[in-house]
């Protein structure tokens, strides 16, 4: 598609329930990565992936966050037994290469806002 | 560890004012620097980006920004804000050996018509 696209848009979960974040990032674009929004506050790098390879997964808050990229293509983010402090925006970027150049960026999603209650 | 400081949280104008958003980052080495804005119930867009070259750089819009290497800071300018232009405003940055961008707070701008 032309953008990426991340879905849902809004997921509301109770305390304790496992949610699945899909990312359907730009065809082609190599490099994906995770960010979590909390309000108020910019963008924090979750975890990061080179086509399948999960690289980077530093930024995963707990061993409840767990991210995924089978083919190469879609990516999933997991959260097992969710907890209020989990609620904010789930952001998901791609980029056509490893390396920042002059000429390339990120693209980013809409994000799906989670809410645990 | 790399960090991006923004100075203000909030910031409110007047139309045709002039804006100014600081961004200072903390890192020693070569950096990548970018603004992002994040407009109402839209996803985070590219404003303008330095990789090297001329220290002021122009992005859409109307924006530039101006690196300063000995002040580790990287500022967002417009002469003339829009209605249009509320929004929340990002830094970030990229250090030489990665590519995982570090975001600032964000500022959100709200411009009065």
């Known amino acids: 598609g032309a953008g990426v696209s991340q879905s849902p848009r809004y997921k509301v979960a109770k305390r304790g329930q496992d949610v699945a974040l899909r990312c359907d990032p730009i065809?082609?674009?190599?490099?994906l990565f995770w960010y979590q929004q909390a309000l108020g506050q910019g963008p924090e790098f979750l975890t990061y992936?080179?086509?399948?390879?999960?690289?980077?997964k530093s930024g995963l808050p707990s061993d409840r966050f767990f991210a995924e990229r089978p083919e190469g293509s879609v990516s999933t983010l997991k959260i097992q037994r969710t907890q209020q402090e989990d609620s904010a925006v789930y952001l998901c970027?791609?980029?056509?290469?490893?390396?920042?150049?002059?000429?390339?960026?990120?693209?980013f999603g809409s994000g799906t806002r989670l809410t645990v209650v | 560890a790399q960090s991006v400081s923004q100075h203000n949280h909030h910031v409110i104008l007047s139309e045709a004012a002039s804006l100014e958003l600081g961004c200072n980052y903390s890192?020693?080495?070569?950096?990548?620097l970018f603004w992002y804005v994040q407009y109402p119930g839209q996803h985070l867009q590219l404003l303008l980006k330095?990789?090297?070259?001329?220290?002021l750089v122009k992005g859409i819009k109307g924006f530039e920004a101006e690196f300063i290497k000995s002040k580790f800071s990287f500022n967002l300018r417009k002469p003339s804000v829009q209605w249009s232009d509320t929004a929340e405003y990002f830094c970030?940055?990229?250090?030489?050996?990665?590519?995982?961008?570090?975001f600032g707070a964000g500022t959100i701008l709200r411009v009065k018509s």
């Open positions: 970027a791609s980029s056509l290469v490893v390396k920042q150049t002059n000429n390339y960026g990120y693209t």
């Open positions: 065809s082609g674009h190599v490099s």
């Open positions: 992936f080179q086509n399948e390879a999960q690289l980077d």
């Open positions: 890192y020693g080495g070569t950096v990548n």
């Open positions: 330095y990789f090297s070259g001329d220290p």
């Open positions: 970030a940055v990229i250090s030489e050996y990665g590519n995982k961008l570090v």
